[in-house]
C-alpha cells in the first residue's frame, strides 16, 4: 500500500471512530454510574434524525446539534424515569427506546418531508464542515510531520475534535473531579453514596443526560457531518458496536478511544478488503471483518484476552428502604 | 427484604395490569399517528379490516401469529429461568440454516410428512447451537447473556450474508438465495382445511408449522410448570441463591434454559423457510426474533398469555400492511412503534401504573369487604 492509500486509510479510520468515540463516552457515563444502556442505538438514530430535519428547516447546523441534542436528552430521561425512578428492567427499557426511534424516525421523515424516511439534502450551511488547521499547507511536505498534521489532523469538522478532546476531559471529570468520584462510587456502591447524604437519584439522573448530549452529538455526526442528511437506518448498528467498545475498553476513557478506533479501523479496513487480496491468507470474506468487532467482544468476555471488569451495581435499580 | 410496590392479587398482575399498559401503549402511539395528520380511530379501523376482515388477510395474520409464538415461547423460557435472551433473531436466522440443510437434501427423496419433524430437530438444534456458547460463557464466565446475545446476533448476520452470497447460492443466479427445494422441502397450506370450514385464505402463507406453535405453547407449558426441571428454572430465575443452596447445578440449568430458548428461536425458521417461501432467504426473520421480547413481556411468559400477545402482533403485522397500503403517510413502521411502546410500558415502565391501579383496586374493594389489620393480611 502506498502513502497516499495509508493516509486514506487512517483518514476514514478517524471518521469512522468519531461516531463510535461519542457513543461509547455517552455509554460510559451512563454505566459507569449503574444504569445499563443498550439504547445507545436508539438515541443516536432519533439524533441524527432531529439535528437534519431542524439543520434543513433552519439551515443551520448549529441549530441541528442543538435539536439532536435535545431529543437524544429526551430519549435518556425516559430511559432514566423507567430504570432510575420505577425500577424498571433496564434491558427492556434499552430495547424499547431502539425500537421507537428507529420507528418513529422512518414515520416522521416520511410524513414531514415526504422522500420514504431520508431528509432532504442539507446545504454547506446545515452541515459541519471539514475544518483546516492553521499552517496546514505550510508543512504539507515536511516528511513525517507533513503527513500526519496536514493530511490527519488537518481538515477534520468540528465534532471530530470535539469527540477526541472528550477523551481527556472525561478522564479528568471521572478521576479528578469530586463529581466523577461520586459517579464511580454510585455504579460500585450506591449504598454506601446514600449513607454519605449523597442523592443516587440526582447523580444517575445527571449521567444519563451526560449520555444523551454525547449520544445526541454521535447521531448530529452521522446525519449532518459524515453524510448530507438522514437517511433511514443510517446508525446501522454502531450503537451496538459502541457498547462493545466501551466492554472493550473495561469501561475506561483512554482505552474506549483506543478500542474505537481499532473498530473504526476494522469497518474502513473492510471496505478496502472486499477488492484486496492479503498476502498469505488470501481473500479474506468481508463479512468476516465486518463480523470481528462482536467477535473479539464476545472472545474478551470470555476472558480470554483480559478481565472484564463492569461497576458492581450496574443494571440494579436503586432500592431505598433497606 | 422489603418490597418496592405492593403486592397485587394474581389476576390483577398478571391480567388487568398488562391490558391496562399495553392500552396506554396504544393510547401514546394513537398521538403519533395524529401527528403525521391521520385519524388514530380511522387507522384503528382500517388496520382489524386488513387482518380480520376477510379470508387471505386472517390467513396472514395467523401466519405471523405462528412467528411470533414461537420467539415469544423463547424469550419467555429464557426469562423464567433469570436470562434476558435477546439474541432470539440470530437463533432463528441460524435455525433456518437447519431447515434448509434437511429440505435442501431430502426434499426430493422424502416426503414433507417425514421432512417435518427432521427439520424441526435440524432447526432447533442449529438455534440451540447458536444460542449454546452466550449461555455457556454465561454460566461459566460471567459473561453477560445480553450483551454476547447482541453479538452473536450480528455474527449470525455476517455468517448467513456469506453463506448465502458464497457457497450456498446455486451456479448461475445473482439472487443472495439458495435453490426452490423439491416438493418433499415444502410444507402443505392450510387453505384446504379453512376451505372445509368456509373460508378461502386465498394466497396467504399460512402453514402447519403453526400447529408446530401450538404444541411448542403446550411444551412450554408442561416443561415449566408440571416438570422438575421447570421447577428449577424457576427457582433459578426467581432467586439463584436460593436454587445454590438446595444444590441446583446452576452451570448444567442455565445452559439447559438456552439451549431449549434458542431451540424454540430456531424452529420459528420453519414458518418462512420451509412453509411459505421454499428457499432461505437473506433476512427472513425480519424482526420476529425482537417482536417475541414485547409477545413474552406481554404474556406474562405464560403460554396462555403469549397466545393472544403474539396473535396482537400478528395483527398488527398484518392489519399494519394494509394500513400501510390504505393510508400512504403510515408506513409499516409503525408496527415497531407500537412494539417498543408495548415493551416500554408492559415491561420497562410496569411499576409506573401499577399502585394507580393498586389504589383503585383498593378504592373498589374496601366498600365490599371488611378491612383486614395490616399484620393479619401479611
Known amino acids: 500500500m502506498d502513502m497516499l492509500g495509508l493516509l486514506n486509510l487512517l483518514d476514514s479510520t478517524i471518521r469512522l471512530s468519531t461516531p463510535l468515540l461519542f457513543a461509547a463516552l455517552a455509554g460510559l457515563y451512563s454505566e459507569r454510574s449503574g444504569v445499563f444502556d443498550i439504547g445507545l442505538e436508539g438515541k443516536m438514530l432519533a439524533a441524527a434524525f432531529a439535528s437534519a430535519a431542524v439543520a434543513a428547516l433552519a439551515d443551520s447546523a448549529f441549530a ?64 459541519f464542515l471539514d475544518i483546516a488547521l492553521p499552517g496546514a499547507d505550510a508543512v504539507r511536505d515536511v516528511p513525517v510531520l507533513g503527513f500526519v498534521y496536514s493530511g ?55 449521567a444519563v443526560i451526560i449520555c444523551g448530549v454525547l ?19 443510517m446508525t446501522a448498528g454502531r450503537g451496538y458496536i459502541a457498547l462493545a467498545a466501551l466492554i472493550f475498553a473495561n469501561w475506561k476513557p483512554v482505552p474506549v478511544m483506543l478500542a474505537c478506533l481499532l473498530f473504526g479501523f476494522l469497518d474502513a479496513a473492510s471496505i478496502r478488503l472486499q477488492t484486496t487480496a492479503l498476502p498469505l491468507i488470501g481473500q479474506i470474506p468481508p463479512q468476516f471483518v465486518q463480523a470481528l468487532p462482536y467477535i473479539l467482544t464476545v472472545i474478551l468476555l470470555a476472558g480470554f484476552v483480559g478481565k472484564s471488569s463492569p461497576p458492581k451495581a450496574g443494571g440494579v435499580p436503586y432500592v431505598k428502604e433497606r | 427484604m422489603s418490597r418496592p410496590y405492593t403486592k397485587l392479587p394474581a389476576w390483577i398482575d398478571h391480567g388487568v395490569l398488562p391490558l391496562v399498559n399495553v392500552v396506554v401503549a396504544f393510547l401514546v402511539a394513537g398521538l403519533v399517528v395524529l401527528a403525521v395528520g391521520e385519524s388514530p380511530v380511522e387507522a384503528a379501523r382500517l388496520m382489524l379490516r386488513g387482518a380480520f376482515g376477510y379470508g387471505e388477510g386472517f390467513g ?151 400447529f408446530v406453535a401450538l404444541l411448542a405453547a403446550l411444551f412450554v407449558w408442561v416443561l415449566i410448570w408440571r416438570t422438575r426441571l421447570g421447577y428449577e428454572i424457576r427457582t433459578l430465575g426467581f432467586s439463584p441463591a436460593a436454587a445454590r443452596y438446595a444444590g441446583m447445578k446452576e452451570t448444567r440449568l442455565v445452559v439447559t434454559i438456552m439451549l431449549i430458548s434458542g431451540a424454540l428461536a430456531g424452529i420459528m425458521a420453519l414458518n418462512s423457510v420451509m412453509g411459505d417461501q421454499y428457499r432461505l432467504q437473506l433476512n ?95
Open chain 1, 152 to 206: 490527519l489532523l488537518s481538515g477534520q469538522n468540528l465534532l471530530v475534535y470535539l469527540a477526541f478532546l472528550a477523551v481527556p476531559f472525561t478522564w479528568w471529570v471521572l478521576y479528578r473531579t469530586r463529581f466523577g468520584l461520586r459517579l464511580r462510587a454510585v455504579g460500585e456502591n450506591p449504598g454506601a453514596v446514600d449513607t454519605a447524604g449523597i442523592s443516587v437519584t440526582w447523580l444517575r439522573y445527571r
Open chain 2, 60 to 210: 396472514f395474520t395467523l401466519y405471523y401469529t405462528t412467528n411470533f409464538i414461537l420467539t415469544g415461547l423463547a424469550v419467555a423460557v429464557a426469562f423464567h429461568g433469570g436470562l434476558f435472551n435477546i439474541g432470539g433473531e440470530g437463533q432463528a436466522y441460524v435455525g433456518g440454516l437447519g431447515v434448509a440443510l434437511v429440505a435442501l437434501n431430502f426434499g426430493s427423496i422424502l416426503p414433507w410428512w417425514v421432512n417435518l419433524p427432521l427439520a424441526v430437530v435440524a432447526a432447533g438444534a442449529f438455534g440451540a447451537a447458536w444460542a449454546f456458547l452466550p449461555g455457556y460463557l454465561q454460566a461459566k464466565r460471567g459473561s453477560h447473556v445480553v450483551i454476547t446475545t447482541i453479538m452473536f446476533n450480528f455474527i449470525a448476520s455476517a455468517l448467513m450474508v456469506y453463506l448465502l452470497v458464497g457457497p450456498l447460492r446455486p451456479l448461475g443466479t445473482m439472487q443472495p438465495e439458495t435453490r426452490q427445494f423439491d416438493p418433499g422441502g415444502q410444507l402443505p397450506k392450510l387453505g384446504g382445511l379453512f376451505e372445509s370450514l368456509g373460508m378461502s385464505l386465498g394466497g396467504a402463507p399460512l402453514n402447519v408449522t403453526f
Open chain 1, 64 to 127: 441541528g446539534l442543538a435539536a439532536g441534542v435535545g431529543v437524544a436528552i429526551l430519549f435518556s430521561l425516559v430511559h432514566g424515569l423507567a430504570s432510575i425512578t420505577y425500577r424498571g428492567n433496564q434491558i427492556v427499557s434499552g430495547v424499547a427506546l431502539n425500537f421507537i426511534a428507529s420507528g418513529l424516525t422512518i414515520i416522521l421523515g416520511a410524513a414531514w418531508f415526504g422522500q420514504g424516511g431520508n431528509t432532504p439534502t442539507l446545504s454547506a450551511n446545515g452541515r
Open chain 2, 284 to 378: 427472513f426473520p425480519a424482526g420476529a426474533g425482537f417482536v417475541g421480547i414485547a409477545v413474552a413481556l406481554m404474556g406474562r411468559g405464560h403460554p396462555l398469555g403469549i397466545l393472544p400477545a403474539a396473535l396482537l402482533f400478528g395483527v398488527l403485522y398484518q392489519g399494519g400492511a394494509e394500513l400501510a397500503f390504505d393510508m400512504p403517510t403510515i408506513s409499516r413502521d409503525m408496527i415497531v412503534i407500537i412494539q417498543g411502546l408495548v415493551i416500554l410500558f408492559a415491561g420497562a415502565l410496569e411499576n409506573m401504573l401499577r399502585p394507580g391501579v393498586g389504589r383503585l383496586y383498593g378504592f373498589v374493594r374496601l366498600p365490599l369487604t371488611k378491612p383486614v389489620p395490616a399484620e393479619e393480611a401479611r
Open chain 1, 215 to 233: 449520544t445526541g452529538m454521535a447521531g448530529t455526526y452521522l446525519s449532518i457531518a459524515q453524510s448530507a442528511g438522514f437517511a433511514r437506518e
